[in-house]
């Protein structure tokens, strides 16, 4: 897909800004090298056309050109437009596609570690794996900490549901259509933030996640857009995809894909949050279960490249579109020489004919939602804000 389309953005990756004097460029491209041999994604790469590509590996990349850095002038807007440039700033176009960025001189005792990477090699598993253990505080432990898929037995009606729910996610919507807006993929990039406890809180009343209320906050984000720039969409619910990592625990290192979709109806036509919340908190318990997740690894396994790409790419197809979101908790500290890494940006890309993407994550008690979004869609640039806002609302009975 990636070559089919090579004026798509595929980059993947994650800004960490830490706090403590700049590190010497010589240090940092010394710690990645002494990473390489232990790292197969920093060392891997797809060559070869289409469905017949297959893995090579370079195992002494080119790091002047893949660890660089860039000294920005004072004030946080120069550090703000540095991080926009990089979102689309081209990767190396030789070998393993990835580079990490060093970012100091907007602000004293402060610096900014960005590193990126295309996402045939990189899927959301794989990226902080790799984040735990190139900037982790326990870095032998890294693997331990991330999400692995469970082993339970699948009974016959988690393949069924499993199934079911893929294929029916491939079904006609129609909302995203509109001949006199079509997705052309010029691109809107934005974050928003809100404390992960006041998630947590409101999900838990429920007996639901962090990653529900997130969830249940971009309904109600799109709820409010809709009313007011697409009424197409208005009152009704909205078709979407939570990406399930697959990936075991002996997997976690390995480069590439390994992760499917849930898809997931986001409830915008329910009209208070707690109503939102607790349709969000139902439909995401089966994607939840070890069961169901088992059965989704199975039938990933068993189901040939070729299939598995037709049904992608009926999903990028207008009448189709959905909105892809995921969500990580990084539990972890990181840090670099010593400089703890006190905020986390992550970032995502958007697919053809999608009209947003939207990628959480929790770390250090903030969680930073990521909203990249089709510039064709009237409004829809405010969606981050809407969701702080929607974010905050109560959930208590109204």
């Known amino acids: 897909m990636a070559q089919a389309r090579p004026w798509l953005s595929l980059t993947v990756g994650a800004f960490l800004h830490c706090e403590g004097p700049a590190p010497r460029l010589t ?5 990645i090298a002494a990473n390489l041999a232990r790292q197969p994604r920093l060392t891997h790469y797809l060559k070869g056309p289409g469905l017949r590509a297959r893995w090579a590996r370079d195992p002494d990349p080119n790091l002047e050109k893949r660890v660089r850095e860039r000294q920005i002038e004072l004030g946080e807007s120069h550090l703000d437009a540095a991080l926009q440039d990089l979102l689309t700033h081209p990767l190396p176009d030789n070998g393993p596609p990835w580079d990490l960025w060093l970012l100091h001189g907007h602000a004293p005792g402060r610096f900014t570690l960005c590193y990126r990477a295309h996402h045939t090699t990189h899927d959301g598993g ?3 794996d790799t984040v735990y253990k190139l900037f982790g505080t326990s870095p032998a432990d890294a693997t331990a900490r991330t999400t692995a898929v469970p082993a339970p037995r699948a009974e016959l009606g988690d393949y069924a549901r499993t199934l079911t729910g893929m294929l029916g996610s491939a079904a006609a919507n129609n ?9 052309r993929g010029a691109r809107v990039s934005a974050w928003a933030q809100v404390p992960t406890d006041v998630l947590r809180t409101t999900a838990a009343a429920r007996g639901g996640s962090t990653n529900d209320a997130v969830l249940a906050a971009l309904a109600g984000a799109l709820r409010t857009w809709s009313a007011e720039h697409w009424p197409r969409g208005a009152g009704r619910p909205v078709s979407a995809a939570m990406m399930v990592n697959l990936r075991r625990t002996a ?5 590439g ?4 979709f849930a898809p997931l109806a986001l409830p915008c036509h329910r009209p208070t949050p707690a109503d939102r919340l607790e349709a969000v908190i139902a439909a995401t318990r089966g994607p939840k279960n070890a069961a169901r997740r088992a059965a989704m690894r199975t039938i990933t396994d068993h189901t040939p490249a070729r299939v598995f790409h037709t049904l992608a790419a009926r999903l990028t197809t207008p009448s189709r579109a959905i909105i892809d979101t995921s969500y990580v908790a990084i539990n972890q500290p990181l840090q670099y020489q010593g400089a703890p890494v006190t905020h986390l940006q992550v970032f995502t890309w958007l ?9 959480a994550c929790s770390y250090n008690g903030t969680t930073s939602a990521y909203f990249v ?3 064709a869609l009237p409004g829809l640039h405010q969606l981050p804000a809407l969701w702080e806002q929607a974010a905050a609302q109560p959930t208590s009975a109204q």
């Not at 909302?175 to 997705?183: F, K, S």
């Not at 697919?351 to 990628?359: D, F, G, L, M, T």
């Open 27 to 31: 240090d940092l491209r010394a710690h």
């Open 126 to 128: 794989g990226l902080f």
């Open 175 to 183: 909302l995203w259509n509109d001949p006199d807006r079509p997705l």
């Open 251 to 255: 997997e976690s290192g390995l480069p």
């Open 257 to 260: 894909n390994l992760f499917t």
């Open 351 to 359: 697919p053809h004919s999608h009209p947003a993407s939207i990628v």
């Open 373 to 375: 979004t089709d510039q």
